[in-house]
Protein backbone atom coordinates (compact mmCIF):
# COMPACT_ATOMS: atom_id res chain seq x y z
CA UNK A 1 0.00 0.00 0.00
CA UNK A 2 1.29 3.33 -0.99
CA UNK A 3 0.04 6.14 1.47
CA UNK A 4 -1.23 9.26 -1.23
CA UNK A 5 -2.14 12.59 0.30
CA UNK A 6 -5.44 11.84 -2.11
CA UNK A 7 -5.86 9.00 -0.38
CA UNK A 8 -5.76 10.98 2.91
CA UNK A 9 -8.95 13.47 1.18
CA UNK A 10 -10.83 10.76 0.28
CA UNK A 11 -11.02 9.24 3.55
CA UNK A 12 -12.10 13.11 5.81
CA UNK A 13 -15.24 13.40 6.29
CA UNK A 14 -14.78 17.06 4.95
CA UNK A 15 -12.00 19.21 4.10
CA UNK A 16 -12.13 20.84 7.27
CA UNK A 17 -11.02 18.16 9.04
CA UNK A 18 -8.23 17.16 6.75
CA UNK A 19 -7.00 20.50 7.04
CA UNK A 20 -6.98 20.49 10.81
CA UNK A 21 -5.31 16.94 10.69
CA UNK A 22 -2.87 18.19 8.54
CA UNK A 23 -1.52 21.43 10.96
CA UNK A 24 -1.70 18.89 13.71
CA UNK A 25 0.94 17.23 11.85
CA UNK A 26 2.71 19.87 11.27
CA UNK A 27 2.66 21.18 15.21
CA UNK A 28 4.51 18.28 16.07
CA UNK A 29 1.46 16.85 18.32
CA UNK A 30 1.97 13.41 17.75
CA UNK A 31 4.78 11.56 20.14
CA UNK A 32 5.21 7.85 20.94
CA UNK A 33 5.03 6.89 17.07
CA UNK A 34 5.14 3.24 16.75
CA UNK A 35 4.43 0.66 14.29
CA UNK A 36 3.85 -2.78 13.50
CA UNK A 37 6.40 -5.17 12.21
CA UNK A 38 4.49 -5.94 9.20
CA UNK A 39 3.53 -2.72 8.58
CA UNK A 40 -0.11 -2.67 8.86
CA UNK A 41 -0.76 -0.91 12.03
CA UNK A 42 0.46 2.54 13.34
CA UNK A 43 -0.26 4.26 16.64
CA UNK A 44 0.35 6.96 18.74
CA UNK A 45 -0.35 9.76 21.18
CA UNK A 46 -1.61 12.98 20.05
CA UNK A 47 -1.89 15.94 22.61
CA UNK A 48 -5.43 17.48 22.60
CA UNK A 49 -7.46 20.01 24.66
CA UNK A 50 -6.95 17.88 27.89
CA UNK A 51 -4.48 16.82 30.70
CA UNK A 52 -4.18 13.46 28.84
CA UNK A 53 -3.25 12.98 25.04
CA UNK A 54 -5.10 10.78 23.07
CA UNK A 55 -4.65 7.57 21.52
CA UNK A 56 -4.73 7.05 18.36
CA UNK A 57 -3.96 4.40 15.54
CA UNK A 58 -4.90 3.45 11.97
CA UNK A 59 -5.29 -0.49 10.97
CA UNK A 60 -4.37 -0.81 7.22
CA UNK A 61 -5.18 -4.60 7.09
CA UNK A 62 -7.29 -3.53 4.39
CA UNK A 63 -5.48 -0.44 2.68
CA UNK A 64 -8.83 0.60 1.23
CA UNK A 65 -10.83 0.65 3.84
CA UNK A 66 -8.67 1.57 6.74
CA UNK A 67 -9.59 1.25 10.51
CA UNK A 68 -9.13 4.30 12.34
CA UNK A 69 -9.55 4.60 16.11
CA UNK A 70 -9.29 7.43 18.51
CA UNK A 71 -9.84 8.04 22.29
CA UNK A 72 -11.24 11.58 21.64
CA UNK A 73 -14.69 12.61 22.36
CA UNK A 74 -14.89 13.78 18.74
CA UNK A 75 -18.40 12.33 16.15
CA UNK A 76 -16.35 12.66 13.31
CA UNK A 77 -14.83 9.73 11.29
CA UNK A 78 -12.03 9.56 10.71
CA UNK A 79 -11.24 12.35 13.56
CA UNK A 80 -9.13 14.88 12.85
CA UNK A 81 -6.22 12.97 15.09
CA UNK A 82 -6.39 10.07 12.98
CA UNK A 83 -6.08 12.29 9.31
CA UNK A 84 -3.08 13.96 11.22
CA UNK A 85 -1.42 10.57 11.89
CA UNK A 86 -2.01 9.80 7.97
CA UNK A 87 0.16 13.02 7.10
CA UNK A 88 2.66 11.81 9.99
CA UNK A 89 3.23 8.16 8.20
CA UNK A 90 3.22 10.24 4.30
CA UNK A 91 6.14 12.21 5.70
CA UNK A 92 8.05 9.48 5.67
CA UNK A 93 8.70 9.84 9.75
CA UNK A 94 10.43 6.98 11.28
CA UNK A 95 7.77 4.87 13.04
CA UNK A 96 9.59 2.97 15.89
CA UNK A 97 9.00 -0.84 15.32
CA UNK A 98 6.98 -2.30 18.40
CA UNK A 99 4.29 -5.37 19.80
CA UNK A 100 0.88 -3.92 18.86
CA UNK A 101 -1.07 -2.65 22.49
CA UNK A 102 -2.75 -5.37 23.88
CA UNK A 103 -6.20 -2.99 23.77
CA UNK A 104 -6.16 -2.85 20.04
CA UNK A 105 -4.86 -6.48 19.48
CA UNK A 106 -8.05 -7.46 21.46
CA UNK A 107 -10.15 -4.85 18.96
CA UNK A 108 -8.74 -6.14 15.97
CA UNK A 109 -9.52 -9.83 17.40
CA UNK A 110 -13.04 -9.11 17.31
CA UNK A 111 -13.24 -7.20 14.74
CA UNK A 112 -11.73 -10.30 12.52
CA UNK A 113 -14.29 -12.47 14.42
CA UNK A 114 -16.89 -10.27 13.02
CA UNK A 115 -15.90 -10.38 9.48
CA UNK A 116 -14.92 -13.77 9.28
CA UNK A 117 -18.54 -14.68 10.90
CA UNK A 118 -20.23 -12.80 7.71
CA UNK A 119 -18.04 -13.61 5.28
CA UNK A 120 -18.78 -17.40 6.54
CA UNK A 121 -22.39 -16.38 6.43
CA UNK A 122 -22.72 -15.68 2.87
CA UNK A 123 -24.31 -12.59 1.80
CA UNK A 124 -27.14 -11.11 4.21
CA UNK A 125 -30.81 -11.90 3.28
CA UNK A 126 -33.55 -9.47 3.87
CA UNK A 127 -35.76 -9.62 7.27
CA UNK A 128 -38.88 -10.97 6.87
CA UNK A 129 -41.19 -8.12 7.26
CA UNK A 130 -43.89 -8.12 9.84
CA UNK A 131 -47.12 -8.64 8.15
CA UNK A 132 -49.04 -6.63 10.84
CA UNK A 133 -47.04 -3.59 10.62
CA UNK A 134 -46.75 -3.27 7.06
CA UNK A 135 -50.39 -3.76 6.38
CA UNK A 136 -50.74 -0.95 9.26
CA UNK A 137 -47.89 1.05 7.25
CA UNK A 138 -49.72 0.27 3.37
CA UNK A 139 -53.22 1.36 4.83
CA UNK A 140 -52.07 4.73 5.96
CA UNK A 141 -50.01 5.44 2.67
CA UNK A 142 -53.15 4.93 0.87
CA UNK A 143 -54.85 7.77 3.12
CA UNK A 144 -52.06 9.64 2.43
CA UNK A 145 -52.32 9.10 -1.39
CA UNK A 146 -56.10 10.00 -1.36
CA UNK A 147 -54.93 13.72 0.66
CA UNK A 148 -52.23 14.26 -1.98
CA UNK A 149 -54.32 13.65 -5.25
CA UNK A 150 -57.47 16.19 -3.80
CA UNK A 151 -54.72 18.92 -3.71
CA UNK A 152 -52.98 17.97 -7.23
CA UNK A 153 -56.55 17.90 -8.66
CA UNK A 154 -57.44 21.00 -7.24
CA UNK A 155 -54.44 22.68 -7.96
CA UNK A 156 -54.97 21.56 -11.69
CA UNK A 157 -58.00 22.58 -11.98
CA UNK A 158 -58.03 26.45 -10.84
CA UNK A 159 -54.58 27.00 -12.63
CA UNK A 160 -51.17 27.05 -11.53
CA UNK A 161 -52.53 31.25 -11.22
CA UNK A 162 -53.55 30.56 -8.36
CA UNK A 163 -49.84 29.57 -7.06
CA UNK A 164 -50.03 33.51 -6.21
CA UNK A 165 -52.70 33.31 -4.12
CA UNK A 166 -52.02 30.62 -1.99
CA UNK A 167 -50.18 30.33 1.08
CA UNK A 168 -46.95 27.90 1.37
CA UNK A 169 -48.06 26.98 4.63
CA UNK A 170 -50.50 24.91 3.09
CA UNK A 171 -48.55 22.73 1.15
CA UNK A 172 -45.49 23.01 3.57
CA UNK A 173 -48.41 21.25 6.33
CA UNK A 174 -49.64 18.87 3.61
CA UNK A 175 -45.78 17.89 3.16
CA UNK A 176 -45.93 17.54 7.32
CA UNK A 177 -48.92 14.98 6.85
CA UNK A 178 -47.32 12.94 4.22
CA UNK A 179 -44.11 12.44 6.01
CA UNK A 180 -46.16 10.48 9.16
CA UNK A 181 -47.65 8.62 6.12
CA UNK A 182 -44.97 6.99 4.91
CA UNK A 183 -44.82 9.09 1.74
CA UNK A 184 -41.23 10.70 2.16
CA UNK A 185 -41.64 11.24 -1.90
CA UNK A 186 -44.27 13.15 -2.04
CA UNK A 187 -43.71 14.98 1.02
CA UNK A 188 -40.71 16.24 -0.80
CA UNK A 189 -43.21 17.04 -3.79
CA UNK A 190 -45.37 19.35 -1.59
CA UNK A 191 -41.85 21.29 -0.03
CA UNK A 192 -41.10 22.18 -3.83
CA UNK A 193 -44.51 23.13 -4.25
CA UNK A 194 -44.13 25.14 -1.24
CA UNK A 195 -40.83 26.87 -2.35
CA UNK A 196 -42.03 27.56 -5.72
CA UNK A 197 -45.12 29.46 -3.96
CA UNK A 198 -42.52 31.38 -2.23
CA UNK A 199 -40.51 32.58 -5.12
CA UNK A 200 -43.79 33.64 -7.26
CA UNK A 201 -44.84 35.52 -4.23
CA UNK A 202 -41.48 36.88 -3.14
CA UNK A 203 -39.40 37.51 -6.82
CA UNK A 204 -42.21 37.91 -9.52
CA UNK A 205 -39.24 38.49 -11.88
CA UNK A 206 -38.58 34.50 -11.16
CA UNK A 207 -42.50 33.55 -11.55
CA UNK A 208 -41.69 31.76 -14.73
CA UNK A 209 -39.66 29.83 -14.00
CA UNK A 210 -41.29 28.88 -11.08
CA UNK A 211 -44.58 27.98 -12.54
CA UNK A 212 -42.51 25.63 -14.65
CA UNK A 213 -41.01 24.00 -12.00
CA UNK A 214 -44.56 23.48 -9.89
CA UNK A 215 -46.17 21.99 -13.43
CA UNK A 216 -43.60 19.43 -13.87
CA UNK A 217 -43.75 18.32 -10.32
CA UNK A 218 -47.64 18.06 -10.16
CA UNK A 219 -47.14 16.17 -13.63
CA UNK A 220 -45.05 13.74 -12.38
CA UNK A 221 -46.84 13.43 -9.06
CA UNK A 222 -49.98 12.99 -10.42
CA UNK A 223 -48.54 9.94 -12.09
CA UNK A 224 -47.15 8.64 -9.28
CA UNK A 225 -49.79 8.70 -7.46
CA UNK A 226 -51.89 7.55 -9.84
CA UNK A 227 -49.88 4.06 -10.08
CA UNK A 228 -48.56 4.23 -6.66
CA UNK A 229 -52.36 3.33 -5.52
CA UNK A 230 -52.13 0.36 -7.86
CA UNK A 231 -48.87 -0.85 -6.81
CA UNK A 232 -49.63 -0.17 -2.96
CA UNK A 233 -53.02 -1.88 -3.26
CA UNK A 234 -51.93 -5.09 -5.13
CA UNK A 235 -49.14 -5.55 -2.38
CA UNK A 236 -52.11 -5.39 0.65
CA UNK A 237 -54.21 -7.90 -1.25
CA UNK A 238 -51.70 -10.23 -2.49
CA UNK A 239 -49.78 -10.08 1.02
CA UNK A 240 -46.63 -9.37 -0.28
CA UNK A 241 -44.69 -7.05 2.05
CA UNK A 242 -40.80 -7.91 0.49
CA UNK A 243 -39.17 -4.83 -1.86
CA UNK A 244 -39.71 -5.20 -5.57
CA UNK A 245 -38.31 -4.27 -8.77
CA UNK A 246 -39.47 -1.45 -9.27
CA UNK A 247 -38.90 2.80 -9.41
CA UNK A 248 -42.16 3.14 -7.37
CA UNK A 249 -40.71 2.10 -3.95
CA UNK A 250 -38.42 4.73 -4.20
CA UNK A 251 -40.54 7.39 -5.57
CA UNK A 252 -42.93 7.02 -2.61
CA UNK A 253 -40.01 7.35 -0.33
CA UNK A 254 -38.64 3.83 0.15
CA UNK A 255 -35.04 3.33 1.32
CA UNK A 256 -33.04 0.11 -0.52
CA UNK A 257 -30.94 -1.59 1.22
CA UNK A 258 -28.32 -3.80 -0.61
CA UNK A 259 -29.21 -6.81 1.10
CA UNK A 260 -33.39 -6.11 -0.69
CA UNK A 261 -31.55 -5.01 -3.76
CA UNK A 262 -29.45 -8.33 -3.89
CA UNK A 263 -32.84 -10.03 -3.05
CA UNK A 264 -34.54 -8.89 -6.13
CA UNK A 265 -31.18 -9.74 -8.29
CA UNK A 266 -30.50 -5.97 -8.60
CA UNK A 267 -26.67 -6.48 -8.55
CA UNK A 268 -23.39 -7.44 -10.86
CA UNK A 269 -20.08 -9.17 -9.11
CA UNK A 270 -16.50 -7.91 -10.33
CA UNK A 271 -17.35 -4.41 -12.01
CA UNK A 272 -14.76 -2.12 -12.95
CA UNK A 273 -15.62 1.91 -12.93
CA UNK A 274 -13.72 4.72 -13.65
CA UNK A 275 -15.72 8.39 -12.93
CA UNK A 276 -16.48 10.24 -15.74
CA UNK A 277 -18.00 13.44 -13.41
CA UNK A 278 -18.17 14.66 -10.17
CA UNK A 279 -20.47 18.02 -8.91
CA UNK A 280 -22.32 19.12 -5.65
CA UNK A 281 -25.94 20.69 -5.23
CA UNK A 282 -27.33 21.90 -2.10
CA UNK A 283 -31.30 20.25 -2.14
CA UNK A 284 -33.48 23.46 -0.55
CA UNK A 285 -36.14 21.28 -0.26
CA UNK A 286 -34.76 18.43 2.00
CA UNK A 287 -32.06 20.58 3.06
CA UNK A 288 -29.14 18.30 2.27
CA UNK A 289 -25.94 18.93 0.12
CA UNK A 290 -25.81 16.18 -2.89
CA UNK A 291 -22.34 14.63 -3.75
CA UNK A 292 -22.94 13.26 -7.08
CA UNK A 293 -20.71 11.07 -9.40
CA UNK A 294 -20.92 10.09 -12.69
CA UNK A 295 -19.50 6.52 -13.73
CA UNK A 296 -19.08 4.50 -16.94
CA UNK A 297 -18.83 0.47 -16.52
CA UNK A 298 -15.57 -0.54 -18.36
CA UNK A 299 -17.25 -3.55 -19.56
CA UNK A 300 -20.41 -2.76 -20.50
CA UNK A 301 -20.59 1.07 -21.30
CA UNK A 302 -23.49 1.27 -18.94
CA UNK A 303 -23.58 4.89 -16.97
CA UNK A 304 -24.05 5.20 -13.56
CA UNK A 305 -24.78 7.63 -10.99
CA UNK A 306 -23.44 7.82 -7.32
CA UNK A 307 -25.28 9.94 -4.69
CA UNK A 308 -23.66 10.94 -1.07
CA UNK A 309 -26.09 12.79 0.81
CA UNK A 310 -25.38 14.84 3.49
CA UNK A 311 -28.17 17.05 5.60
CA UNK A 312 -26.75 20.13 6.56
CA UNK A 313 -27.68 20.05 9.98
CA UNK A 314 -25.17 17.10 10.15
CA UNK A 315 -22.92 18.27 7.76
CA UNK A 316 -19.44 17.39 9.72
CA UNK A 317 -20.55 14.14 11.02
CA UNK A 318 -21.09 12.76 7.37
CA UNK A 319 -18.42 11.38 4.76
CA UNK A 320 -17.84 13.98 1.87
CA UNK A 321 -17.00 12.43 -1.04
CA UNK A 322 -14.71 13.90 -4.17
CA UNK A 323 -13.73 13.68 -7.55
CA UNK A 324 -12.42 10.05 -8.55
CA UNK A 325 -9.48 9.24 -10.42
CA UNK A 326 -8.33 5.83 -11.65
CA UNK A 327 -10.46 2.60 -12.01
CA UNK A 328 -12.62 1.49 -9.26
CA UNK A 329 -12.76 -2.11 -9.32
CA UNK A 330 -15.78 -3.66 -6.78
CA UNK A 331 -16.66 -7.11 -6.27
CA UNK A 332 -20.88 -6.26 -5.87
CA UNK A 333 -22.14 -3.52 -7.61
CA UNK A 334 -25.62 -2.62 -6.31
CA UNK A 335 -28.30 -0.91 -8.63
CA UNK A 336 -31.43 0.68 -8.14
CA UNK A 337 -34.81 -0.03 -9.85
CA UNK A 338 -35.63 2.66 -12.65
CA UNK A 339 -34.92 3.95 -16.26
CA UNK A 340 -31.80 5.70 -16.87
CA UNK A 341 -29.23 7.79 -14.56
CA UNK A 342 -29.33 4.38 -12.62
CA UNK A 343 -28.01 4.78 -9.23
CA UNK A 344 -25.29 2.45 -7.91
CA UNK A 345 -23.64 1.83 -4.66
CA UNK A 346 -21.56 -0.95 -3.22
CA UNK A 347 -19.75 -1.90 -0.08
CA UNK A 348 -16.08 -2.42 -0.49
CA UNK A 349 -14.12 -0.92 -3.50
CA UNK A 350 -10.12 -0.89 -4.32
CA UNK A 351 -8.83 1.55 -6.47
CA UNK A 352 -5.90 1.07 -8.95
CA UNK A 353 -4.66 3.95 -12.03
CA UNK A 354 -6.09 3.65 -15.05
CA UNK A 355 -3.90 1.88 -17.92
CA UNK A 356 -3.27 3.36 -20.93
CA UNK A 357 -5.29 0.73 -22.60
CA UNK A 358 -8.21 1.58 -20.30
CA UNK A 359 -8.18 5.39 -20.92
CA UNK A 360 -7.69 4.89 -25.30
CA UNK A 361 -10.34 2.23 -25.05
CA UNK A 362 -12.75 4.54 -22.99
CA UNK A 363 -14.32 6.80 -25.86
CA UNK A 364 -15.40 3.72 -27.79
CA UNK A 365 -18.13 3.12 -25.03
CA UNK A 366 -20.25 5.81 -26.39
CA UNK A 367 -23.34 5.43 -28.04
CA UNK A 368 -23.06 4.63 -31.40
CA UNK A 369 -23.91 8.38 -32.58
CA UNK A 370 -26.28 11.20 -31.40
CA UNK A 371 -29.17 9.71 -33.65
CA UNK A 372 -29.23 6.87 -31.05
CA UNK A 373 -28.30 8.79 -27.56
CA UNK A 374 -31.31 11.75 -28.39
CA UNK A 375 -33.74 8.16 -29.21
CA UNK A 376 -33.08 7.27 -25.70
CA UNK A 377 -33.39 10.13 -24.44
CA UNK A 378 -36.56 11.14 -25.50
CA UNK A 379 -37.85 7.58 -24.55
CA UNK A 380 -36.61 7.99 -21.04
CA UNK A 381 -38.18 11.79 -19.93
CA UNK A 382 -41.33 10.71 -21.56
CA UNK A 383 -41.80 8.58 -18.14
CA UNK A 384 -42.90 10.47 -15.70
CA UNK A 385 -41.20 8.63 -12.71
CA UNK A 386 -37.91 9.41 -14.35
CA UNK A 387 -35.84 12.84 -14.06
CA UNK A 388 -36.05 15.20 -17.24
CA UNK A 389 -32.55 14.62 -18.66
CA UNK A 390 -30.37 11.34 -19.37
CA UNK A 391 -26.74 11.03 -18.74
CA UNK A 392 -24.80 10.19 -22.73
CA UNK A 393 -21.72 9.58 -23.64
CA UNK A 394 -21.62 10.62 -27.33
CA UNK A 395 -18.81 10.14 -30.06
CA UNK A 396 -17.42 13.34 -31.26
CA UNK A 397 -16.74 14.67 -35.03
CA UNK A 398 -16.03 18.17 -34.55
CA UNK A 399 -16.75 20.67 -31.53
CA UNK A 400 -17.02 24.38 -32.08
CA UNK A 401 -19.49 27.32 -32.25
CA UNK A 402 -22.52 28.06 -34.56
CA UNK A 403 -23.13 31.79 -33.99
CA UNK A 404 -23.49 31.96 -30.01
CA UNK A 405 -23.91 28.51 -29.82
CA UNK A 406 -21.82 25.45 -28.45
CA UNK A 407 -22.39 22.88 -31.40
CA UNK A 408 -21.18 18.72 -31.12
CA UNK A 409 -21.31 17.17 -34.36
CA UNK A 410 -21.14 13.58 -34.44
CA UNK A 411 -19.25 11.22 -36.85
CA UNK A 412 -21.77 10.75 -39.38
CA UNK A 413 -22.67 14.51 -39.29
CA UNK A 414 -25.47 14.67 -36.48
CA UNK A 415 -25.71 17.74 -34.79
CA UNK A 416 -26.78 18.69 -31.14
CA UNK A 417 -26.68 22.17 -29.34
CA UNK A 418 -24.27 22.19 -26.30
CA UNK A 419 -25.83 24.34 -23.20
CA UNK A 420 -26.55 24.49 -19.66
CA UNK A 421 -29.69 23.07 -18.36
CA UNK A 422 -31.74 25.79 -17.24
CA UNK A 423 -32.70 23.89 -14.04
CA UNK A 424 -29.00 23.80 -12.67
CA UNK A 425 -27.38 26.39 -10.55
CA UNK A 426 -24.73 28.66 -11.28
CA UNK A 427 -22.13 26.08 -9.70
CA UNK A 428 -23.17 23.87 -12.98
CA UNK A 429 -22.68 26.60 -16.07
CA UNK A 430 -19.75 25.42 -17.90
CA UNK A 431 -20.52 25.02 -21.08
CA UNK A 432 -18.35 28.31 -21.65
CA UNK A 433 -15.02 26.75 -20.88
CA UNK A 434 -15.39 24.88 -23.80
CA UNK A 435 -13.79 27.34 -25.42
CA UNK A 436 -11.01 27.46 -23.63
CA UNK A 437 -10.24 23.23 -23.53
CA UNK A 438 -5.91 23.38 -24.29
CA UNK A 439 -5.75 22.35 -28.19
CA UNK A 440 -7.73 20.40 -30.88
CA UNK A 441 -10.33 17.86 -29.73
CA UNK A 442 -8.69 14.13 -30.85
CA UNK A 443 -10.14 12.56 -33.20
CA UNK A 444 -11.64 9.35 -31.55
CA UNK A 445 -12.67 11.54 -28.65
CA UNK A 446 -16.70 11.58 -26.81
CA UNK A 447 -18.38 13.86 -24.66
CA UNK A 448 -20.23 13.09 -21.63
CA UNK A 449 -23.27 15.31 -20.41
CA UNK A 450 -26.92 15.21 -19.78
CA UNK A 451 -29.37 14.85 -22.61
CA UNK A 452 -32.34 17.44 -21.96
CA UNK A 453 -35.67 18.92 -23.47
CA UNK A 454 -35.16 22.80 -23.42
CA UNK A 455 -38.73 24.21 -22.76
CA UNK A 456 -37.00 27.62 -24.33
CA UNK A 457 -36.68 26.25 -27.84
CA UNK A 458 -38.19 23.41 -27.87
CA UNK A 459 -35.35 21.29 -28.41
CA UNK A 460 -32.74 18.36 -27.13
CA UNK A 461 -29.51 19.64 -26.37
CA UNK A 462 -26.72 18.39 -24.01
CA UNK A 463 -25.13 19.95 -20.85
CA UNK A 464 -21.57 19.20 -21.18
CA UNK A 465 -19.91 17.85 -18.18
CA UNK A 466 -16.60 16.61 -19.23
CA UNK A 467 -14.19 15.52 -22.75
CA UNK A 468 -12.73 12.16 -22.87
CA UNK A 469 -10.16 11.56 -24.85
CA UNK A 470 -8.01 8.51 -25.51
CA UNK A 471 -5.12 10.20 -23.36
CA UNK A 472 -7.35 11.73 -20.55
CA UNK A 473 -10.68 13.23 -18.95
CA UNK A 474 -11.07 16.47 -19.17
CA UNK A 475 -13.70 17.38 -16.94
CA UNK A 476 -15.34 20.70 -17.00
CA UNK A 477 -16.45 20.81 -13.73
CA UNK A 478 -14.55 19.48 -10.37
Given at each position: ?????????????????????????????????????????YW??????????????????????????????????????????????????????????????????????????K???????????N???????????????????????????????A???????????????????????????????????????????????????????????????????????????????????????????G????????????F???V??????????????????????????????????????????????????????????????????????????????????????????????????????????????????????????V?????????E?????????????????????????C??????L??????????????????????????????????????L??
Open positions: MTLTEQMILLQAPNPAAAENGRKLWKKGSFIGCCRSEDGTLAQCAGSGKNPYRVSIDWTDPDAPVCRCSCPSRQFPCKHALGLMFVQLSDMEFETAEIPQEIAEKRAKQAARAAKEAGGPQKPKKPAAAQKKKLSKQLEGLDMAEKMVDDLLASGLGLAGSSAQTYEKLAKDLGSRYLTGPQTAFTRIALAVRTVQQHPEQAEGAYSQALRILVALRSTIKKSRVFLQNKLESGSFAPEDSALFEALGVWKLEDLRAIGARENRLVQLSFDVSFDEAKKEYVERGWWVDLDSGDIFQTLNLRPAKALKYVKGEDSRFGVLEIPALYIYPGEGNRRARWESASTRPLTAEEQAALPSLAQSGLEAAMKLTKGTIKNTLAAKFLAVLPVGKLGKVGDFVLEDPDGERVVLRDRPQEDSDHTTARLAIPGEIPAGSALFGLAFYDERDLSLCVHPYSVVTPEQIIRLY
